[in-house]
């Protein structure tokens, strides 16, 4: 049995340039990645090269049957130093999009996916106050070049996720545990979202504009509820609340976190299976409720603009996707405004810290040749976007 959904809804799957292009060597994750102690797993290398086979990945997006595609522009090839801009990077990214509207695939730009130039990492990156207005000028340039061909725009993709494993937990760049300068660079990053959202709404184009939030469940045990709700209000709905009055809010889910009665982070529960490749557990109920709590905060309407499972074994990626678009199927019965579905990732591609383990996407990447081979759950999705229907 089958659920049509409104007219409208758009479907697609996600990427960003890091994690595809390859040789992204300018921006601070690249350096990361070879600093010595490092705590990533592999560098990135030559990922997917889809610095050049961009347009064999749209035309894989377009057979499948995804009338989208979300992916990033990277700031450090588009702005290599501080105020020197590159036509020749910015035209390259205006061919990408051509090539989208070629194959009646629609565009979905993000303008930040966790990189950010060397120079300005240099200088403190996020937790520098000077980068709120380099972060906006970079967005100036980027949509007076090519806002006349985006779709949709994304500001930053997960604030939350930049500030938190980069600023507390040191697993992402600047690899700092610092509660002061988390706080500084987490208003940096929301006052960022603010101003660049203006700028992109001010620019060639007239396309949607938004934030992307990483939401998850959140549980703890009897009486630890306030706990929990501050570590929610601190990590979800600072950034969901500057999204009030956005066109939209993108909402990013793949699982629960538990909160233990010391207000900390408690580890999966022992009932529940784990991801091996991201350490998190099986919860595809997070989407369900990661939507209701961005409705309730922002007011906003939703696309999920990112959701999946990072496994080798595809019949289960088909069963967390179905029992995920359960959950949005609930939401729009209840109406809901959720306008699409975006899965994370088309690609299997390089997943920061983890490395190429997990595999998230609908299609295989020979890591020596780059061959793609779509997986069985890629016709299945694909069949559902072309349907316009929830399994």
């Known amino acids: 049995m089958t659920t049509t ?39 990135s290398g030559d990922c997917c090269d889809s610095l050049n086979r961009y347009a064999e990945d749209i035309a894989l997006i377009r057979d499948l049957g995804f009338p989208s595609y979300r992916f990033s522009i990277e700031w450090s090839r588009i702005e290599p130093e501080d105020g020197e801009f590159s036509i020749a990077a910015l035209d390259y990214y205006r061919r990408v999009l051509a090539t989208c509207h070629e194959n009646g695939v629609q565009p979905l730009v993000t303008f930040h996916h966790f990189t950010t130039p060397r120079w ?23 949509v007076g070049h090519l806002g006349d061909l985006i779709s949709m725009g994304c500001t930053i993709n997960e604030p939350n996720v930049v500030s938190m494993l980069g600023y507390l937990q040191g697993t992402f760049p600047p690899g700092l545990r610092d509660f002061k300068l988390y706080g500084q660079a987490s208003e940096n990053l929301r006052d960022a979202h603010t101003r660049s959202y203006d700028i992109l709404k001010a620019g060639p184009g007239d396309f949607p504009v938004g934030l992307t939030v990483s939401m998850s469940d959140w549980w703890s045990p009897e009486g630890g509820e306030a706990g929990m709700e501050r570590a929610r209000a601190m990590h979800e709905d600072f950034y969901l609340e500057a999204a009030r009055g956005n066109d939209f809010i993108g909402v990013q889910a793949y699982t629960r976190v538990r909160i233990g009665l010391d207000g900390l ?6 009932d529940v299976p784990v991801i091996e490749s991201m350490g998190y557990e099986y919860w595809p109920q997070s989407l369900e409720i990661s939507i209701r709590h961005a409705i309730d905060v922002t007011g906003a309407p939703v696309y999920v603009t990112e959701n999946g499972i990072g496994i080798g ?55 020596e040749t780059f061959v793609r081979t779509p997986k069985p759950s890629a016709a299945w999705l694909g069949a559902l976007a072309k349907a316009n229907q929830l399994p």
């Open 5 to 43: 959904l409104p007219d409208g809804f758009l479907w697609g799957v996600a990427a960003a340039a890091h994690q595809i292009e390859g040789g992204n060597w300018n921006n601070d994750w690249w350096a990361w990645e070879h600093a010595p102690n490092t705590p990533c797993l592999e560098v």
């Open 265 to 270: 982070p408690m580890d999966p529960d022992p």
């Open 313 to 367: 074994d595809d019949e289960t990626r088909v069963k967390f996707v179905t029992e995920s678009l359960q959950g949005v199927e609930r939401c729009l019965a209840d109406g809901l405004d959720v306008r699409g579905y975006i899965y994370w990732s088309l690609l299997d591609n390089f997943e920061w810290a983890e490395g190429y383990k997990p595999l998230f996407g609908l299609v295989q990447v020979d890591r």
């Open 120 to 142: 300005m990492a240099q200088r403190g990156g996020w937790h520098e106050r000077e980068i709120v207005d380099k972060f906006a000028r970079f967005c100036e340039k980027s």
